[in-house]
């Protein structure tokens, strides 16, 4: 593991990152999702690839990367593109799962790989709606303790910046930017997500013009399992 420092709009960030396969010409990049960090991808990827050179990151406020700042995705892909550069790395791949979906399409790769990628505004149950009208309420009243209580236990665990980074990111609509990218793009799925759902996967499909793809039968982290058949299609898939 090593870390980077990062300058971006007079803000340092500490980047913490792995390098797979050093020696390698070609590079592909995994970002990983909300909450999660470079572990999770190196989980399901580390020991794929064999000819690839592997960069694992965890973005700034995830795993051992710092953030002190509000930030929301396009500010994200700013830090990811900066940090990138500073390595002299041109990605031939760059995979994003979910949230890192959404990074990784920003930085405008070649070769685009999506695992059940954010983006697609999803509709939200009642009670997520009810419990978003209470805490405009409560906020409105200067009530913010009382909000803190409403917030699931992983959202509640979270510092006010990434909360606030959170509440930023969360109902991006995302189909203009997967619209523009003009790559190549595969995408892969898990049929049972709930999170990013199958729906939203084969929309982004659709507003891909050069894209292909693949679904599972599993849920939001199908890549742990079907890692095998995802890099036969993806080394079969890329330009």
Sequence with gaps: MAVKQILFENNTFDISYEIINPSKKNTIVFLHGWGSNKEIMKQGFVDKFKYFKHIYIDMPGFGKSS??????TKKY??????????????????AGHSFGGKVSTLLNPKNLV???????????????????KMAKVFNKFGLGKVTKLLRSGDVNMMDEN?????KNVVDEEFNKEFKKYKGNALLF???TDTATTLSSGKLIHSLIENSKFKSYD??????????DDIEKEILNGIH
Excluded at 114 to 127: P, Q, R, Y
Excluded at 218 to 227: C, E, G, I, T, V
């Design 67 to 72: 953030c002190d700042v509000v930030l929301n």
């Design 77 to 94: 892909a700013s830090i990811m593109k900066i940090f990138l550069d500073t390595l002299n790395i041109k990605p031939t791949i760059i």
């Design 114 to 132: 999506l695992l059940s990628s954010a983006g697609i505004v999803e509709e939200k149950n009642a009670k997520t709606l009810l419990t978003i």
């Design 162 to 166: 990434m909360y606030e980074t959170f």
């Design 189 to 191: 799925w898990g049929d």
């Design 218 to 227: 599993d849920d939001h982290y199908f890549f742990l399992r079907n890692a």
